[in-house]
């Protein structure tokens, strides 16, 4: 499992995001500090995509703000 993990750091798949046509939702907690920029930048290359920050949350969305979760899906 490390070692896969350690290989998927390399993948890159930015060149082949102007090939999604669908909506896109992106969801990160507030406090996400590690997914927050990315979440950020997905957004910018991804025009057709919506970001929803969740404040007061953090990275398991989930436990941290469900009922919210299900709001924005359910838009």
């Keep these: 499992t ?3 993990a350690h290989s998927m750091r390399s ?3 930015t060149s082949q995001l102007n090939n999604i046509r669908c ?7 507030k406090k996400d500090t590690a997914n927050l920029k990315a979440s950020k930048r ?3 290359l991804l025009p057709q995509a919506t970001l929803h920050i969740v404040p007061n949350a953090g990275h398991e969305l989930n436990q ?12």
């Design 2 to 4: 490390i070692k896969l």
């Design 23 to 29: 909506p896109v939702t992106i969801l990160c907690g």
């Design 64 to 75: 941290y703000a469900p009922n919210t979760i299900a709001e924005i899906l359910n838009q």
């Design 11 to 13: 993948l890159d798949f």
């Design 42 to 44: 997905l957004k910018e």
